[in-house]
């Protein structure tokens, strides 16, 4: 139903991507940065940046992990961002982030991802809790959005949602 391209991989051919990943970001840029963001800086997530795409190769969206913490042995958490295209809202995006957060916990071996969003980006709050996020906390004022200080509602999911045996993480 879905693919994950990473972009530090990316063919040539692939490259075409690149603008509908600025057009997707240019329309929802409002839920995905402070005043502090630089534009586009999502390129910088980079080699941890992937286009997603349905099994026609048509572009979804792009997801990307950042801040990660652990050490040079063990990735113990990173945080998650997330945009769609609109056509791909509903079932496909559920599906895609069940199998996106599954393959981050095999292949990162993390133990939490988290996703920071504002308080008023309601579809993605009911997003992350169908795919199995929980609310941790709000974390008042903590940037300015527009002039204004603005909170962040904090989500995460931890392995154990997929796994039953934990992981030892000395």
Same mark, same amino acid.
């Given at each position: ?18 603008? &509908? ?12 940065? =402070? ?31 950042? !801040?990660? #913490?652990?050490?040079?042995?063990? !990735? ?25 957060? @599954? @393959? ?7 133990? @939490?991802? @988290?996703?920071?969003?504002?308080? =008023? !980006? ?7 809790? &169908? ?5 941790? #906390? ?7 959005? !527009?002039?204004?200080? &603005? ?18 993480? =000395?």
């Amino acid at each position: 139903m879905c693919k994950f391209k990473r972009m530090s991989s990316l063919s040539f051919y692939d490259l075409h991507y690149i603008p &509908q990943v600025i057009n997707c970001y240019g329309k929802y840029a409002k839920y995905l940065h =402070d005043d502090y963001a630089e534009n586009f800086g999502i390129f910088s997530a980079c080699p941890n940046f992937w286009v997603v795409t349905d099994y026609s190769d048509e572009f979804m969206g792009f997801v990307f992990l950042d !801040n990660f #913490t652990g050490s040079r042995r063990t !990735n113990f958490s990173a945080e998650i961002t997330v945009c769609f295209d609109k056509k791909a809202w509903g079932s496909f995006v559920r599906y895609s982030a069940k199998f996106f957060l @599954k @393959k981050c916990f095999d292949d990162f071996g993390f133990y @939490k991802i @988290k996703a920071l969003i504002f308080p =008023d !980006n309601f579809r993605v709050k009911k997003l992350l809790t &169908q795919v199995g996020f929980e609310y941790e #906390t709000t974390l008042p004022d903590e940037t300015l959005r !527009n002039g204004k200080p &603005q909170n962040i509602d904090v989500y995460s999911i931890k392995r154990t949602y997929y796994y039953k045996d934990e992981v030892n993480y =000395d």
